[in-house]
């Protein structure tokens, strides 16, 4: 039952800093410092910070590791 749960909720369209830092094996004070840089769009909400998922994973992507 939890399979199908998780399968029917909608992608998200933004990563939180945390999520950054996650999939990128860093530190949370470098994935800001990432977001600071401007390598990503992001908006601030607030105090929230969200980055979009597909300004992420194209600048990912334009990587050559």
């Known amino acids: 039952m939890e399979q199908k749960e998780k399968e029917l909720q909608p992608q998200t369209r933004a990563y939180t ?8 094996h860093i530190g949370r004070s470098s994935a800001y410092t990432l977001v600071k840089k401007g390598y990503f769009k992001s908006v ?5 910070i969200r980055i979009s998922r597909k300004s992420f994973d194209e600048w ?3 990587l050559e590791l």
């Open 17 to 24: 800093v945390e999520e950054i830092a996650a999939i990128l």
């Open 60 to 62: 990912l992507d334009s």
């Open 44 to 48: 601030r909400i607030g105090t929230a």
